[in-house]
């Protein structure tokens, strides 16, 4: 794949310089891949990397220095485009391992670097950043960087051995900017992205934090399939130790290890976080904001809770910022999905309808805890406003520990997808009877359900829709086949009345004979937002 994509370049930081977390010591001297430059060997293991977390909480955060910043600083968006590594200098071009990795360089929107490393048989060398990796115009500021200034993140390519894609254009993990990393799915694209943790998220009384990646140790001999990445990381409040076996098959596959120090107190720690974008999709669209008719990475938080249950929460582009929770014992895993995939409902040739879902699987029991659902206003898609994350019953404070285990799932659909027919779309219109004045305060809700025990009715066979709201009043209930003749296609449709500005929340299934056909749709309705004649929410913080 090519780089990812515009969106990236906005985000809020890219990893921090090198501090030393190893230590160092005499040492049988790694082979050098072809191509590169390597500095001393030095003893490394994850153990160690956590024992040095643990050594370095109780030490005062140093902020990371940035590498020439009156250089960095001349690297805009157009000149760090034309900036490219050359990857027939890339780690493991000539082997051992399968998947060689590239390299991005510093730039205005990523100024700081972080301190890559090879591993080979216990011992890890620091890869040495030179200008001559990179091919660059002539003319561009970065060739006045000095020797050692670092690199901004990195990528792994295909395998050398891929009969069908190209390693020297394709690529399959990147980890560029803070401590955010992504993954394409099994439609071969780049789209939403996670973090390996998020600090205090939409938190009234304090900014959000966002933590560096400050070394990443890369380890070809992981498991079959993949590599092993290894990061330290670091911020005012955290310092972490991350091991990530990333497995390339029909999508991508991460197994996760973390462990988190904390310096202060955080109000919001978020385990596994997501990071996407939604602007806009069939549910509400304001007249003539785009050419398409959707843009969004992800249109829905999937949820499996501990109970057994299925849920689906449509995502929002709230007309505030707003945080739900959803309580939950040891859940079985989440994801924020993209589950439209046909091209024609987006009609961009960025290939929405190609990104990838995420789903987390948990290892071991989580416990007692909250799936967290962030949803931050927007008028563009260049800013990542959807926030979805596990957030523990057990306070996050100064002087302890926090860690987790989980995989994650970077494929066109959740792994485990489960037996109930699933939500495909949500639509809003004017409440009401057609022919008739439109009622005030009335709106009409259209919710689609596709598969599962639908596909198998009995003939004069009617789903029933079981519906709950916070607040309001439901009329016109009725369900039918979606006319299209696809089997176990149905639709439920009420109107909703309410009155204030005040969020509704909703709850829809459908059964028939008392046994549960579809998931649980959830949603949020905005009554203000969607009444006022020429609304739109207003840009909010890039996450």
């Known amino acids: 794949m090519s780089e990812p994509d515009r969106r990236t370049l906005l985000k809020s930081a890219a990893a921090a310089a090198a501090v030393g977390l190893i230590d160092g010591g005499a040492a049988k001297a790694a082979t050098p891949p ?32 940035r590498p020439a910043p009156e250089i960095v600083s001349k690297i805009d968006y157009e000149a760090w ?65 000095p020797k050692g200034a670092g690199f901004a993140g990195l990528r792994v390519q295909e395998a050398r051995d891929n009969k069908i894609l190209d390693w020297h254009k394709n690529d399959w993990v990147a980890f560029l900017g803070a401590d955010y990393f992504r993954a394409i799915g099994a439609l071969h694209q780049y789209g939403l992205s996670c973090r390996a943790v998020a600090l205090d998220v939409a938190v009234a009384d304090r900014p959000e934090e966002f933590p560096d990646f400050t070394h990443i140790y890369i380890d070809e001999s992981g498991p079959k399939g993949g590599l092993t990445l290894y990061a330290v990381l670091e911020g005012p409040s955290i310092v972490g130790a991350c091991k990530m076996e990333a497995i390339r098959g029909k999508g991508v596959v991460m197994d996760i290890e ?28 304001p007249t003539a904001v785009d050419w398409r008719p959707e843009v969004h990475d992800s249109d829905g938080l999937s949820m499996w809770t501990g109970s057994g249950e299925r849920l689906w929460r449509p995502l929002n582009n709230p007309p505030r910022i707003m945080a739900s929770a959803f309580l939950d014992h040891n859940p ?3 994801g924020l999905m993209q589950r439209d995939r046909n091209f024609d409902h987006y009609q961009d040739g960025v290939f929405y309808d190609r990104r990838p879902s995420l789903w987390v699987e948990p290892k071991g029991e989580w416990g007692r805890g909250t799936i967290q659902l962030v949803e931050i206003p927007t008028d563009d898609e260049i800013h990542d406003n959807i926030v979805a994350m596990w957030v523990p019953e057990k306070p996050a404070k100064a002087g302890t520990e926090m860690e987790s285990a989980y995989r994650l799932h970077w494929l066109a659909d959740s792994p485990e997808p489960g037996p109930l027919a699933r939500c495909v779309a ?21 919710v689609e359900f596709l598969g599962g025990p639908l596909t198998s009715l009995p003939y004069g066979v009617k789903p029933e829709p079981v519906l709950w709201a916070s607040r309001g009043t439901f009329s016109y209930i009725y369900t039918e086949a979606v006319p299209d003749d696809v089997p176990g296609h149905w639709r439920a449709q009420f109107d909703l009345t309410v009155t204030g500005a005040d969020p509704v929340e909703m709850r829809l299934f459908l059964r028939a004979n ?22 739109y929410p207003k840009p909010g913080a890039v996450i």
């Open 426 to 446: 949500t639509r809003l219109g004017n409440g009401g009877q057609p022919g008739r004045p439109r009622p005030k305060g009335v709106r009409k809700f259209m």
């Open 514 to 535: 008392g046994k549960i056909l579809s998931e649980t749709w959830m949603f949020q309705y905005h009554p203000w937002a969607d009444c006022q004649p020429s609304c």
């Open 258 to 285: 973390q462990l988190f120090c904390l310096r202060r107190d955080i109000a919001r720690f978020g385990v596994a976080p997501l990071t996407s974008m939604y602007w806009f999709s069939e549910t509400i669209k």
């Open 34 to 65: 072809k191509g590169l430059q390597f500095g001393p060997a030095t003893p490394f293991s994850f153990e160690l990397l956590k024992e040095r977390a643990r050594k370095r909480v109780r030490e005062p955060y140093v902020a990371p220095p």
């Open 332 to 334: 079985r895993g989440f």
């Open 81 to 145: 485009g034309k900036i490219k590594f050359d990857v027939n200098q890339a780690l493991y071009a000539d082997g051992p391992g399968r998947f060689p990795v590239s390299f991005f360089h510093l730039g205005m929107f990523f100024p700081k670097a972080v301190a890559m490393h090879v591993v080979e048989a216990g011992h890890a060398r620091e890869i040495i950043y030179e200008p001559s990796y990179f091919e660059m115009p002539a003319d561009s500021p970065a060739r006045q960087l």
